[in-house]
C-alpha cells in the first residue's frame, strides 16, 4: 500500500511554500488505524513524488512512516516505522497520488516523542504561526495561514487514545500563543512568557498579534485604523515590538514613530527591540529587565541563578542566528 508519512518526513512536507492539494480525505467515518506492509517500488515512487515537489533532502535522511502494527513494519534500513495505533477521526488522512499525509495534529503529538521541551515549543509556535520554517535554502522561513491553532492541538491531546508524547505536548502547549509572524516573534515570545525555571520572564497573558483599533479622535495622528502588537502584555499594557532590518528604512522610521506616539495616547507602552537588543547579551540583559519592571514582575520572585537560566534560553531561541 500507498506509505503513510509521518515523523519529519510528514512535517517537511507541511513546510513546503506551495502544497498541491490532495486527492482525498479519508476515513468518512472514525476507523482504527489499518495498515499493510508497504513494498519497495511503492517507497521508490513516493520518493519520486517528494523529490519533484521540492522535497530532495528525503534520501539524505529516514524516511519516516505510520503504520498501525508491528506486522506492517518495513524492514528498509533507509526507513523507519512508527507504530500508531488508535481511532482515526474522519478526514483525518490526506491521500496524493503515491502517499498519504496524515492531519498536523497527529505529526505534533508525534513530535513529542522525539523533541525536548522547549524544541517542542519553538515547533508549536511555528505550527499556529503564520509564518513556515522553509525546507528551501533560498529562504528562512516564509508566510503562511496557520496550520492549526494551540486549542486545536490540545484538544486533540486530550482526546486521543494515543498516549505516546501526550503528557509531553500538553505540557509545551502551554506556554504557546497562536499567530506569531516570524521566527524572531517566537523567540522573542518564548523569552517573555516561559516559566522563569526554563529562563523566560514567566509573563503568561500575553497576545500576539493583537488588533488595537485607532478611535476617531485620534486619526490626526495616524494614518492607519489599526495597529497589531507584536507581543501585547495585556496586564501592564506593554506592546513588544521586534524591529528587524526593515524597520530602519526612513519611511519606516516614521511609520513606526507614528504607531509609538498613538499608542502611547491610548495608553499603551511600547517597548521596541531591535537585533542587537537581543544579540548583545548584556543588551540583551538591560532590555529584559526593564520589560520586567514594566510588567510590574518582582525581582525577588525569580529564582538565585536565574541570569544563568535565561542566558541559556537566549542562546537556544537564537542558535540559528548567532
Not at 525577588?300 to 531561541?317: C, G, H, N, T
Request: charged fraction near 25%; glycine fraction near 4%.
Amino acid at each position: 500500500m500507498k506509505p503513510i508519512l509521518g515523523h519529519t518526513t510528514a512535517l517537511a512536507w507541511y513546510r513546503l511554500a506551495a502544497r498541491p492539494a490532495p486527492l482525498a480525505c479519508a476515513p468518512e467515518t472514525p476507523c482504527c488505524l489499518s495498515t499493510k506492509q508497504t513494498l519497495p517500488h511503492e517507497f521508490q515512487l513516493a520518493f519520486q513524488a517528494l523529490k519533484a515537489q521540492g522535497l530532495s533532502e528525503v534520501e539524505q535522511h529516514l524516511f519516516h512512516i505510520v503504520v498501525s502494527d508491528t506486522q506492517s513494519r518495513s524492514r528498509g534500513g533507509f526507513v523507519q516505522s512508527h507504530v500508531q495505533q488508535g481511532y482515526v477521526p474522519v478526514g483525518f488522512l490526506q491521500e496524493y497520488e503515491h502517499f498519504w499525509i496524515p492531519d498536523i495534529r497527529l505529526i505534533a503529538l508525534q513530535m513529542a516523542r522525539y523533541l525536548s521541551l522547549l524544541e517542542l515549543v519553538e515547533l508549536y509556535y511555528e505550527l499556529c504561526a503564520d509564518y513556515s520554517l522553509s525546507v528551501s535554502p533560498k529562504e528562512r522561513y516564509f508566510e503562511r495561514p496557520s496550520l492549526t491553532t494551540v486549542e486545536a492541538l490540545c484538544d486533540y491531546a486530550h482526546h486521543t487514545d494515543i498516549h505516546g508524547g501526550k503528557k509531553k505536548a500538553l505540557q509545551a502547549l502551554k506556554y504557546v500563543h497562536n499567530h506569531a509572524r516570524s521566527p524572531m516573534e517566537t523567540a522573542c515570545a518564548m523569552l517573555i512568557s516561559l516559566p522563569k525555571r526554563l529562563g523566560g520572564l514567566g509573563i503568561r497573558d500575553i497576545e500576539l498579534n493583537a488588533r488595537i483599533d485607532v478611535p476617531s479622535h485620534l486619526q490626526q495622528l495616524t494614518r492607519s485604523k489599526y495597529f497589531l502588537a507584536d507581543i501585547l502584555l495585556k496586564k501592564s499594557g506593554t506592546d513588544f515590538e521586534y524591529h528587524g532590518s526593515m524597520h530602519e528604512e526612513e519611511q519606516r522610521g516614521i511609520s513606526d514613530e507614528e504607531r509609538r506616539q498613538t499608542l502611547q495616547s491610548l495608553g499603551f507602552e511600547v517597548v521596541v527591540a531591535r537585533k542587537q537588543s537581543l544579540f548583545n547579551q548584556q543588551a540583551f540583559v538591560r532590555l529584559f529587565e526593564a520589560l520586567r519592571m514594566q510588567a510590574g514582575e518582582r525581582a525577588d520572585r525569580y529564582p538565585a541563578d536565574f541570569a544563568i537560566r535565561q542566558e541559556k534560553l537566549r542562546q537556544f531561541v537564537l542558535r540559528h542566528y548567532l
